[in-house]
C-alpha cells in the first residue's frame, strides 16, 4: 500500500511532537504493522517494541489476555484486541513519556477463523485514558486484508495520539 510511509511518518511525527511512545501487539498482522512503522527513518526514537502474539498462548502467556476471555469471546473479538492492547502497554513504562498500544487481531484467511468471517478484523488502543477498539470488515485476499489492517491501525493510532 503506497500510503503507509506517509501514514506512517505521520504516526511518527505525531508521536514525537507529543511525547509518546508506542508498543504494537499482533496477531493477524504478524510483524506487518512493526515493519511499516519502523522501515520510515527515526522510527526508534518513537517506538518501544513490538510482540506478534500470533498463538493463543503467547496472548496468554506474553500478553495476559485472560484464558477464560479467549474461551468466552475468541481470539478474534474486540475484548481480545483491547486485553493485547492493554497487556502490551502494561509491559513498558517509559518514564517522562506517554505511552501507547495497538493490537491487530482477526481473520486474513482464507478460511472463517472461530465462526467469524474471513475478513473480519479488530483493531485497540491503549492509552494514558483507557482502551478503545473498532471492529472492521475488510475484503480482498489474505495479504490485502492484513495490509489494510496495517493501514488502519496506524490511522486509529493517529486518531488517538491527537485527541
Known amino acids: 500500500m503506497n500510503q503507509l510511509p506517509e501514514l506512517a511518518a505521520r504516526l511518527l511525527a ?5 511525547g509518546i511512545r508506542i508498543m504494537l501487539a499482533e496477531s ?5 504493522l512493526a515493519d511499516a512503522i519502523i522501515s520510515v527513518p527515526g522510527a526508534s526514537r518513537v517506538v518501544l517494541g513490538s510482540i506478534v502474539a500470533y ?15 479467549l474461551r468466552e469471546f475468541g481470539a478474534v ?3 481480545c ?8 502497554r502494561n509491559l513498558i513504562a517509559a518514564e517522562g513519556f506517554r505511552v501507547f498500544a495497538v ?9 472463517s477463523q472461530e465462526g467469524k468471517p474471513v475478513g473480519q478484523v479488530h483493531l485497540a488502543v491503549a492509552g494514558p485514558n483507557g482502551v478503545s477498539s473498532r471492529a472492521m470488515q475488510f475484503y480482498g485476499d489474505r495479504t490485502q486484508i492484513r495490509q489494510q489492517a496495517v493501514a ?7 486518531e488517538e495520539i491527537t485527541q
Open 14 to 18: 505525531g508521536c514525537e511532537a507529543g
Open 152 to 158: 488502519s491501525a496506524i490511522e486509529v493510532l493517529l
Open 77 to 79: 473479538s474486540s475484548q
Open 55 to 69: 498463538d493463543n498462548s503467547v496472548k496468554s502467556g506474553v500478553l495476559g489476555v485472560p484464558r477464560q476471555l
Open 81 to 88: 484486541a483491547e486485553a493485547m492492547a492493554a497487556g502490551a
Open 103 to 111: 493490537s491487530t487481531t482477526g481473520v486474513a484467511g482464507p478460511d
Open 28 to 32: 493477524l498482522t504478524g510483524g506487518l
